[in-house]
């Protein structure tokens, strides 16, 4: 099925359950279970599309103990990915006449109370992932260096990703409680109420019933857990802690990195319930094809490239909102990065364990994937290698949610080619600055390298998603080993002749070494304008935020 039938189909499901369904269930904020849970239920539907438009028939004869979604573990941390099954596609069809089973209709509030003490901070700013504290901490940072404080609400479930101790004063961590995402009860559409039953909508090829749609989906987000895709119950529970916190600590600005997620919604809401401005900052690459839900929430928009003004403006879901463009807080420190100290890393991991000094060494910035794609990129990888004269090393580098049993059997089957992995705790990061290429699909590594000077080649194999960095002239596009190996020779030959424009790495990522600086100007502007008559006065190192326009033009905003 090709993209754009999957997307407008899929857009198509989306609007006529909102429309049909939305206000089945609304969380005292005012906020329908379907923008809530809108991420969740989209990627629901996308492979419930996938699905009907790969079958003519659905099956029959389905046993009744059959369940109708699957869950199963995702490569994103903290992610459930749901598979519609044989018996979900028949019932959402008429085929099947089953119900799901319901589940308590009531969400337990008990036990989840917020601080009964917090003193009022002018920030608040909201984390749920290590790439969301390590965006933020730097602005925390430079905002605390002014004598701005700011509270962060922790709202992590995972210890990897909670957010680190502060490094200073002048920044507060409340952790949200985990009992607050107990996955128990509240279906977000009643099952006692009966659903009408003559809505349908055509989606792959057939017709399906939206009234069982709707049912399919609340099955899901009943049973939903975590801070990544709380379920209905937990988004309720986290609406109240939020709105309670929020009035304790009566904030002129939130800010987060992601606000379209259920928490970063309900955040949203809750902030503008107490009069704050929302500030939202780009943690990692927009990519079209890989985004749940092209949406954006917060009034300001703090934005990593030039390429990601226009997707910003297109996505906004709001008429007063502005996008600067900033640059990423958290490549400030590539900087000071030790590139002599990265490059004896390398020698000394191929001497060890390929038992080789090779004169050029290439990183693979590995990401998550299956073992079988896993296997199918290296294969291309050493073969591209294998014909470079024998002049290129390789280092895998593992992705941080990868362990290394992954890789034993590639470098079983690799030969005579000097292949080492680097450690889990130092991966792709640790050591790309001593590289003379990295090879990459879709790790933000390319990015950092790519601001390093780093040569980039991007791994285009079939239905591997990438960061479309070649297509913006930042990387050198490989679709096969072919590829690779014309593009190792032409770096061990002229490596100046490979070097990214500056106009290029602009469109990709604005990198001045004050991003932080930058996003924290940004924040002090949004407070400067949201200040009671008696706040202190604030201080900026930039210039003043524009009046009015919905966006502050690229020259601007990298000063700010």
């Given at each position: 099925m090709r993209t754009e039938t999957l997307e407008r189909d899929?857009?198509?499901?989306?609007?006529?359950?909102?429309?049909?369904?939305?206000?089945?269930?609304?969380?005292?904020?005012?906020?329908?279970?379907?923008?809530?849970?809108?991420?969740?239920?989209?990627?629901?539907?996308?492979?419930?599309?996938?699905?009907?438009?790969?079958?003519?028939?659905?099956?029959?004869?389905?046993?009744?103990s059959q369940p109708f979604v699957v869950a199963h573990d995702s490569a994103a941390i903290g992610y459930v990915s749901y598979d519609v099954t044989e018996a979900g596609v028949a019932y959402v069809l008429g085929r099947q006449h089953v119900e799901p089973q319901p589940e308590p209709t009531t969400a337990h509030?008990?036990?989840?109370?917020?601080?009964?003490?917090?003193?009022?901070?002018?920030?608040?700013?909201?984390?749920?992932?290590?790439?969301?504290?390590?965006?933020?901490?730097?602005?925390?940072?430079?905002?605390?260096?002014?004598?701005?404080?700011?509270?962060?609400?922790?709202?992590?479930?995972?210890?990897?990703?909670?957010?680190?101790?502060?490094?200073?004063?002048?920044i507060t961590v409340v952790r949200m409680p985990e009992s607050v995402f107990a996955p128990e009860g509240g279906p977000p559409v009643p099952w006692e109420a009966a659903l009408v039953d003559n809505l349908y909508a055509s989606a792959g090829g057939h017709e399906l019933s939206l009234g069982r749609l709707a049912r399919l989906v609340s099955y899901v987000v009943?049973?939903?857990?975590?801070?990544?895709?709380?379920?209905w119950a937990a988004a309720l529970r986290a609406e109240r802690w939020l709105d309670e916190i929020l009035a304790l600590l009566r904030p002129r600005a939130l800010v987060c990195s992601n606000d379209t997620s259920p928490l970063g919604i309900l955040a949203v809401g809750a902030a503008e319930r107490v009069g704050a401005d929302t500030v939202y900052v780009q943690h990692g690459a927009w990519v079209d094809s890989q985004v749940g839900w092209r949406a954006q929430h917060c009034r300001f928009i703090a934005v990593m490239g030039a390429r990601d003004v226009r997707v910003a403006q297109n996505w906004t879901?709001?008429?007063?909102?502005?996008?600067?463009?900033?640059?990423?807080?958290?490549?400030?420190?590539?900087?000071?990065?030790?590139?002599?100290?990265?490059?004896?890393?390398?020698?000394?991991?191929?001497?060890?364990?390929g038992h080789a000094q090779p004169p050029r060494i290439a990183v693979w910035a590995c990401q998550p994937f299956s073992e079988q794609r896993l296997a199918g990129q290296f294969d291309v990888v050493v073969e591209g290698l294998r014909n470079a004269t024998r002049r290129w090393g390789l280092v895998i580098a593992p992705h941080p949610a990868q362990s290394l049993s992954a890789f034993t059997p590639l470098l079983d089957s690799a030969e005579d080619v000097a292949v080492a992995v680097a450690a889990p705790d130092v991966g792709?990061?640790?050591?790309?600055?001593?590289?003379?290429?990295?090879?990459?699909?879709?790790?933000?590594?390319?990015?950092?390298?790519?601001?390093?000077?780093?040569?980039?080649?991007?791994?285009?194999?079939?239905?591997?998603?990438?960061?479309?960095?070649?297509?913006?002239?930042?990387?050198?596009?490989?679709?096969?080993?072919?590829?690779?190996?014309?593009?190792?020779?032409?770096?061990?030959?002229?490596?100046?002749?490979?070097?990214?424009?500056d106009a290029a790495k602009d469109s990709i990522c604005r990198w001045n070494g004050r991003s932080a600086a930058a996003v924290a100007d940004l924040v002090v502007g949004v407070m400067a304008q949201n200040s009671a008559p008696d706040a202190p006065a604030l201080r900026t190192q930039g210039p003043p935020m524009t009046a009015n326009p919905r966006t502050v033009p690229a020259t601007e905003g990298a000063d700010q």
């Open positions: 899929v857009e198509a499901l989306m609007l006529a359950l909102t429309d049909a369904y939305a206000k089945a269930a609304v969380t005292p904020g005012g906020l329908s279970w379907l923008r809530v849970h809108h991420v969740p239920a989209r990627r629901l539907i996308a492979r419930l599309v996938r699905r009907l438009s790969s079958i003519r028939e659905p099956a029959r004869d389905i046993e009744e509030l008990e036990g989840t109370e917020p601080p009964t003490r917090a003193a009022s901070t002018p920030v608040c700013a909201l984390s749920w992932s290590s790439r969301h504290a390590a965006t933020l901490l730097p602005v925390l940072v430079e905002l605390a260096d002014r004598g701005v404080p700011t509270t962060v609400v922790d709202a992590s479930t995972e210890p990897e990703q909670r957010f680190p101790e502060p490094p200073m004063p002048g009943v049973r939903s857990a975590g801070c990544t895709q709380p379920s879901r709001r008429a007063d909102a502005r996008t600067h463009l900033v640059g990423q807080p958290r490549f400030d420190a590539l900087a000071n990065i030790d590139s002599v100290r990265h490059r004896a890393y390398l020698r000394d991991l191929m001497e060890a364990q792709a990061r640790g050591c790309l600055a001593g590289a003379d290429a990295l090879i990459s699909a879709s790790s933000t590594c390319g990015i950092e390298a790519l601001l390093l000077d780093v040569p980039v080649l991007e791994l285009t194999l079939p239905a591997t998603p990438t960061l479309e960095l070649a297509e913006h002239g930042a990387a050198q596009r490989c679709t096969s080993a072919a590829e690779i190996t014309v593009s190792l020779a032409r770096i061990d030959r002229t490596p100046a002749a490979v070097r990214i424009p």
